[in-house]
């Protein structure tokens, strides 16, 4: 297996080298730090979020005591009464309007994020204490009623990134409380009424209380690093090519496979590194990390996968660069922009070009670091397992071959045959 | 024609205008050393790296054992670059195995080689030690050592003693005639060194501006151009070199007379016996002779004779 000799040989070499090490691993950590320290909103008071409320809820009726009841409003009145942990500043600042009303102060960034509450949220609420209340008591199930509340708004907007964050947090929080009033009134407490269920005072609670830009900001601030590794594999890349190492190489059995291959091992190691001390990192200066080891684990697979993406990148640079100082001014030149485009700092404006399977096709979903991008904020920022970023890992992965393959083909073509 | 292991077929190197290498004809034997000797960039490596497939010639062929050099098996050339081609951050018994890998050598023969290859070129106390915290002259053994750890049947050596110092000059002069007398292997070494080329090669081809000038023995190149002396001398003005040259190139039996850097050359038979007339003429022209010494006959004064004095760099 010559390309595991390749790769232990790499690894060594990168091991050995250890400014260089120092190097990859301490600059996006510099990185992180300053975008902790501008955006996780060290000294800064919070501010409530703008949210538009419409209420579409008709109500319904509690079973036993037929009291009319509507949970919509309840909902409402507990999103205007939040407030930020140990606090006095509200976390939203909620206006209840019309859909289309919404809409258009949506568009003109009026309000971060519209919360629809559909018309059988009620049913379902009542649906689903009543089934509590029957599982406790008998074996007959009444019929689930499902409701779906929307949380609407524009994905290219850093202020709906973060009022998404916290919304989803405190309707979880809501629905937990409201299975711990139920479960509380099964076991022998009467006389608790309906507005008592629903009376709930949002806590603390990790990543919506204290909701950050930089929350929002931070997996960027990982793709970024992994984007970065393209840099130092051009360079590597050519270095070997520059030396004469790579001409010795070629004139053994080795393949093209068993080098680049053979490569892609300990660099993808080092992409997996960088997502741990990463995010470490920023779990110190404030990063609300969601989720826990499992978040973490898809976390390093996503990293990996863009690592790989970053890496072939590096060696489409390699087979052009004439020597491993150009390699690392094209390498800087090409993925600091790229940052940029899959909006690691910032999101660009939508330019959509397609639509597929009912999500838009943006421009930039033709790279596939916008993919990890989304993919490690919804895990680490908000908390999504695996169903949660399987469309966006399914894309970061093809795209990521496609690049591989004319990485491999391009170095092989400029770098592995006999010189013109 | 079964003992030529290496053919070079009207082979011409193009680098946009400039010719690296015109129409280079010449055949190896099996076994034997053979020296490329030529001043820098007269086109040495260019012809190596063609040689060996790293480099494909504008025009004309290479033969491997009267097979095409694109098409042998990998494996039957090592090269030893004039460069230090090594990987800094592994040690010398890791870049040895490394190799050694590359080439398919089963594990436990390969350990045994890269036993032997640290032993042989003295190298075995450093075999843990990083490649860049050796010495020049042990980066120098190393470089060798991963052209040969897979045994190929054919060794090019590209300036191997580039920076050496006499000590390791002399493990690598040994080493090299080893791989030709104990391990039958053929051995292409390309020098700029006259010593090198004289005391370690079978044949010496001289080239320069990338044409072959000659083939032949060192020991029949010597006789080619002249047996006898030469004459060193340093006149009182130089500027009248060229007269001097004129009248003395004018005598009987003497074979040639060349400037060198700082006066002349004079290749004659029985130079102490022609001594007095040869002072008397450069007197004639009103300068006096400086300085003065006899020496035998060299490859240098081959290569001097063949090459010119101009600087190449």
Redesign the interface.
Same mark, same amino acid.
């Given at each position: 297996m010559?390309f595991i000799?390749i790769a232990k040989?790499d690894f060594?070499?990168l091991i050995?080298?250890r400014r260089g090490l120092v190097m990859i691993l301490l600059f996006p950590m510099f990185f992180m730090l300053v975008f902790g320290f501008a955006f996780g909103g060290m000294g800064q008071t919070n501010q409530p979020h703008m949210i538009s409320v419409v209420n579409y809820d008709t109500g319904a009726t509690m079973p036993g005591t037929g009291e009319q009841v509507n949970f919509g409003n309840n909902l409402t009145k507990i999103l205007k009464e939040s407030t930020y942990p140990d606090s006095d500043v509200h976390l939203f600042n909620i206006t209840i309007t019309t859909e289309s009303e919404a809409d258009q102060k949506l568009k003109t960034r009026d309000v971060d994020a519209e919360l629809i509450i559909p018309p059988n949220f009620s049913q379902s609420e009542v649906a689903l204490i009543t089934s509590t209340l029957q599982q406790q008591t008998t074996t007959i199930q009444s019929p689930n009623v499902t409701s779906t509340i929307i949380i609407r708004g524009d994905t290219g907007y850093t202020g709906f990134g973060v009022s998404q964050g916290i919304l989803t947090g405190v309707l979880e929080q809501y629905q937990d409380k409201l299975m711990s009033e139920i479960q509380n009134a099964v076991t022998g407490n009467p006389g608790v009424v309906t507005d008592t269920y629903l009376q709930t005072k949002v806590e603390s609670i990790p990543g919506t209380g204290s909701f950050t830009t930089f929350d929002f900001m931070a997996p960027g601030m990982i793709v970024f690093a992994i984007l970065l590794l393209t840099t130092t594999v051009a360079a590597a890349l050519t270095r070997e090519v520059e030396?004469?190492?790579l001409?010795? %190489?070629? %004139?053994?059995?080795?393949t093209s496979f068993?080098l680049l291959f053979g490569g892609l091992i300990p660099w993808s190691l080092i992409a997996a590194a960088q997502v741990i001390i990463l995010l470490t990192v920023a779990v110190l200066i404030g990063f609300h990390w969601q989720g826990g080891l499992y978040t973490l684990l898809l976390a390093i697979l996503v990293g990996i996968i863009g690592g790989v993406a970053s890496i072939s990148l590096g060696m489409i640079i390699a087979a052009f660069a004439r020597n491993d100082r150009q390699a690392a001014n094209l390498g800087t030149l090409i993925s600091v922009p790229t940052s940029f485009l899959v909006g690691a700092f910032f999101q660009l404006p939508q330019v959509v070009i397609a639509n597929l399977w009912g999500q838009p096709f943006q421009v930039y979903d033709l790279l596939p670091w916008t993919h990890i991008l989304n993919a490690l904020r919804s895990t680490l920022t908000f908390g999504g397992g695996w169903d949660t970023i399987v469309y966006q890992v399914g894309w970061a992965v093809l795209l990521t071959i496609i690049l591989f393959i004319i990485g491999v083909v391009l170095f092989s073509k400029n770098r592995l045959r006999?010189?013109? | 024609m079964t003992d030529i292991i290496m053919e070079a077929r009207e082979v011409t190197k193009d680098f946009g205008d400039f010719k690296a290498v015109d129409n280079l004809n010449l055949k190896i034997k099996k076994g034997e050393v053979f020296g490329f000797l030529g001043p820098n960039g007269a086109g040495k490596t260019t012809s190596i790296?063609m040689m060996?497939? +790293? +480099?494909?010639p504008t025009l004309g062929q290479i033969f491997i054992d009267g097979e095409s050099v694109?098409k042998i098996e990998?494996?039957t050339?090592?090269?030893c670059?004039q460069?230090l081609?090594?990987?800094?951050? +592994?040690t010398c018994k890791?870049s040895l195995? +490394?190799?050694g890998?590359?080439?398919?050598v089963p594990k436990e023969e390969l350990k045994k080689r890269v036993q032997k290859l640290l032993d042989d070129l003295f190298l075995q106390d450093k075999a843990d030690t990083?490649v860049s915290q050796l010495s020049g002259g042990m980066k120098r053994r190393l470089n060798l050592a991963?052209a040969v750890v897979?045994q190929p049947d054919i060794v090019v050596l590209d300036e191997p003693s580039e920076g050496l110092d006499p000590q390791s000059r002399r493990v690598l002069w040994n080493y090299i005639r080893s791989l030709r007398d104990d391990e039958g292997k053929t051995v292409i070494l390309t020098t700029h060194l006259m010593d090198e080329a004289d005391r370690l090669s079978d044949r010496i081809a001289i080239i320069d501006h990338g044409k072959l000038l000659r083939l032949d023995t060192p020991a029949n190149l010597k006789k080619e151009i002249g047996e006898g002396d030469v004459v060193e001398m340093k006149l009182s003005n130089p500027d009248k070199n060229q007269e001097v040259i004129n009248i003395l190139e004018d005598m009987p039996d003497v074979h040639s007379v060349v400037e060198i850097e700082d006066g002349l050359n004079v290749r004659a038979l029985d130079a102490v016996g022609k001594l007095p007339q040869i002072i008397g003429q450069v007197e004639t022209t009103g300068v006096h002779v400086l300085d003065l010494s006899i020496r035998q006959n060299t490859l240098e004064d081959v290569f001097i004779d063949l090459t010119g004095t101009g600087l190449r760099e």
């Open positions: 010559k000799s040989k060594k070499e050995r080298d030396k004469g190492t001409a010795r %190489l070629k %004139l053994s059995k080795m068993d006999a010189e013109n | 790296n060996v497939g +790293l +480099l494909r694109e990998k494996g050339i090592g090269i670059p460069e081609v090594l990987w800094d951050f +592994l890791e195995m +490394l190799m890998d590359m080439y398919q990083v991963m897979h």
